[in-house]
């Protein structure tokens, strides 16, 4: 990178912090005002800084109009799907990327098992809202009061004797899961299959989509199942630190 850009990128973490006049700007970049100068100024045309009438300089509106419509144009599961892959390459296991919209937990990627006994699921389909790991993940990053709202409105289906039986129970499982940063399902929706799950944050920590491992407890126990956690959760830190475009090469 050239030393140019170099310095007239680092002026923008730094009015990230608030606003700075030319000396503050020049002092940080450690050159000449004159330099600072002619940097603010090339970053003011392309509406990327602003300058107030107090003479400091503070971040443009070009760049957080920038910053929306990358964050609208990102699509996790093009981002996600290479690494739901390599962890199915390592486990074996069922592998699925989800996402909450419109009240409802859906399932957008999937990387089938390897194995002959597997769960049944489809891309497009809802969850079982009030038993999936994934679920879980995506209602637990909620606020307080949505959670206990959409908690209050659900149905509690007893699909087995393991699954969340009311709201109490739910909010209850939901904050927990906040808490730790991972979910399971250990035969709540169905007897035979185990889950566990971990969160894919946005650049903002928030949770934008829920990936997760399943598979029937004739392949793998839900206590060895549970053994693959940590590289679960690496995974999705994986692919959230992608996601969220924290992912800088060093500089040589």
Request: glycine share 6%.
């Amino acid at each position: 990178m050239s030393q140019t850009v170099d310095r007239a990128l680092s002026i923008l973490p730094l009015l990230a912090q608030g606003p700075a006049d030319l000396g503050q700007v020049a002092e940080r970049l450690d050159v000449h005002k004159s330099t600072a100068l002619r940097l603010l100024r090339t970053l003011h045309e392309h509406g990327l800084v602003y300058r107030q009438e107090d003479q400091r300089y503070r971040l443009g509106a070009r760049l957080f109009a920038l910053a929306q419509e990358a964050v609208e144009n990102l699509d996790v599961r093009e981002i996600a799907h290479p690494h739901l892959v390599a962890l199915n390459d390592r486990c074996g296991h069922t592998v699925h990327l989800a996402v909450y919209e419109e009240q409802e937990v859906l399932y957008i990627d999937k990387v089938e098992s390897r194995y002959p006994v597997r769960m049944y699921s489809r891309i497009g389909k809802p969850v079982a809202i009030t038993v999936a790991a994934v679920a879980k993940l995506l209602l637990a990053d909620l606020t307080e009061p949505e959670r206990r709202a959409i908690a209050e409105k659900l149905d509690y289906p007893m699909y087995t004797s393991r699954s969340t039986p009311d709201a109490a129970a739910f909010l209850k499982e939901l904050a927990v899961v906040r808490e730790q940063g991972w979910a399971t399902d250990l035969g709540g929706h169905e007897e035979s299959i185990n889950c566990i799950g971990a969160p894919i944050r946005g650049a903002d920590g928030r949770v934008v989509a829920a990936m997760s491992v399943s598979a029937p407890n004739v392949v793998v126990t839900a206590e060895e199942l549970l053994t693959l956690l940590p590289l679960v959760r690496r995974t999705a830190e994986t692919i959230s630190r992608e996601y969220s475009g924290t992912n800088r090469p060093k500089k040589v």
